[in-house]
């Protein structure tokens, strides 16, 4: 359906890009998939973080997809599943996401670490101020 494509979720609030869009059976009939692609040097190829199931829900949670023209189209849907294809120099994994729950749960955990990432974000460009700014106190120099 889709390589390297652009998606945007306005109502919630980001976007991302999606590595790959694609029918695949995983055992239960075809689906519209969600691939995203990890390489490494050093994690084994049978290990994902847990954090990349919020990742593709997100992204399969896009609500438009950005084309190459500017323009922008409903995304393809619905979106069943989602797995990480770990790439390695010399093996591979299809390893099904997220680790836990469904596609839907990992989504709502997004949405809320979402609002936690927005807030600490927020916190960055603002400097606290004391309530009781220290005065200036001059001491002199002993002779």
């Not at 969600?34 to 609500?63: C, F, I, W």
């Not at 770990?86 to 990992?106: E, I, K, W």
Request: proline share 7%; glycine share 6%; net charge negative.
């Amino acid at each position: 359906e889709a390589a390297e494509m652009t998606i945007v979720n306005r109502t919630i609030g980001y976007a991302g890009t999606l590595d790959l869009l694609v029918w695949l059976d995983l055992g239960h009939g075809r689906k519209l998939t969600v691939v995203d692609y990890k390489s490494s040097l050093t994690r084994p190829v049978d290990s994902v973080y847990p954090e990349n199931g919020m990742q593709v829900a997100a992204l399969a949670h896009g609500e438009t997809a950005l084309m190459d023209d500017g323009t922008e189209v409903d995304m393809p849907g619905p979106i069943e599943q989602a797995v990480i294809v770990n790439l390695r120099t010399d093996d591979y994994a299809v390893m099904p996401m997220p680790v836990a729950g469904t596609l839907d749960d990992a989504y709502q955990a997004f949405v809320g670490a979402l609002a936690d990432a927005t807030y600490l974000h927020s916190c960055y460009s603002a400097k606290p101020q004391p309530l009781n700014p220290p005065t200036k106190t001059r001491t002199r120099k002993a002779a």
